[in-house]
């Protein structure tokens, strides 16, 4: 079964052609983060002007890198939400049209449910991939939450965050220290060569007992500290990151391992683009190492947004018999049922 994949929920127009449900045939992603750079964050009208600017060309290449004929695809699966919504109408109508034209299946796909699919790709490296149910911790840009994950479309929210995303949190803060944007990666490098116990940053850690996120004192902590002295420079800048950044990460690994002990589940995923954070990914695999749990985390290119995410959680869709008609619309705050 080949299904087309299509994301455009935020700042990448991305297709991908998946086969069967485990070989990634293609992964097109074209970013629109040097056109955003210059205003310090996601522009909506601008990015849906972008994703029309560059859709047909994402897909053309997609089919093309994939040696696959449109008239060859099985289905086609789009991102219907969460997301901002004229970006998110670019990608699906483009997906329901094509549908129309080819006479093929399409479905619309939670763009949480593609993260939470992420880790089910290249099933040649990773043969063993995690059994339900599993825990996943689900850190990108707009989201933070932990789930008990059932099965290829059922899942159980189990706590999330109760202002910032921890990607917000990374992007505000580099903005502060005038990184750039978006800046996730960017303090994740600098971090790596400074010293994490340099200062003593907040961990919020909201009620002892619940699996939820605040790192709203953190960023105004980092805020309150920039405005009474100088911008950190050379070490004092890899110094500031790593303080940074190990306040976010200590909170979400407790949180994990809380979450892990409390559905008696030894399997944990971690899926976002914070997934693809170093400092996480090394945190997170030596909890792994103590408690004996299993961590499942996906390459990092499939951590960030991506359409194979999407063409495989549409795969398990068009498999159910889902099937959605030409009335299928976008949800900007679409829920995960
Ligand atoms: O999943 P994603 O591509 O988009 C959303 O669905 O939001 O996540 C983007 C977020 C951004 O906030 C970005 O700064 C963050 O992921 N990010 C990182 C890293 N790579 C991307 N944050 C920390 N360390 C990284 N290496
Ligand atoms: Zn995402």
Redo the contacts with the bound molecule.
Sequence with gaps: MLILGLES??D?TAAAVVQDGLVIRSNVISSQVLVHAEYGGVVPEVASRQHLATVVKVVRQALTDAGVSAEQLDGIAATCGP?LVGPLLVGLEMGKSMAYALGKPVVGVN?LAG?LAAVFLEHEKNPRPPPFPHVALL?????TSLFRVEGQARTVLLGSTRDD????A??KV?KLLGLGY????V??GLAASGDAKAIAFPRALPGREDLDFSFSGLKTAVATRLAARARPEGSALADFCASF?AAVVDVLVRKARRALARERLRDLVVC???A?????RQALSSAAHEDGFKLYVPA?VL???NAAMIALAGTWAIERGERGGLDLSVDPGLPLS
Excluded: K
Excluded at 139 to 143: I, K, L, Y
Excluded at 276 to 280: I, S
């Design positions: 929920s935020c990448e997301g763009h993260h850190v990108s840009g707009g989201h995303a921890a990607g917000e990374f992007d580099a978006p800046g996730g990666l303090i994740d950044q976002g683009g914070v693809a954070n170093r400092g996480l990092p951590c960030t947004d």
